[in-house]
């Protein structure tokens, strides 16, 4: 279970902008699609960023990651 970010030992760092910037650490490998279901985030409505590289919902993330997960959500003219 994520846990607000403190402790400094080996874990993965996540970033959440939805709409306000938040940190917490997760230990433990898990993919995406976990991640995000663990922060009750909605998949399909949120985008996972390591480094430069956007990532899908089956990728592996490592204890070791720094990951940003931001609101695909767009709105536009109709």
């Not at 699609?33 to 490592?62: F, K, M, Y």
Request: proline share 5%.
């Amino acid at each position: 279970m994520p846990t607000p970010l403190g402790r400094q030992c080996e874990t993965m760092k996540v970033i959440i902008r939805n709409p306000r910037r938040q940190e917490l650490e997760v230990h433990g490998r898990r993919r995406v699609a976990d991640l995000l279901r663990e922060l009750g985030l909605n998949p399909e409505s949120h985008v996972v960023i390591r480094g430069d590289d956007l990532l899908t919902s089956d990728e592996w993330l490592q204890e070791t990651d720094t990951v940003e997960v931001v609101s695909a959500i767009s709105g536009g003219q109709g």
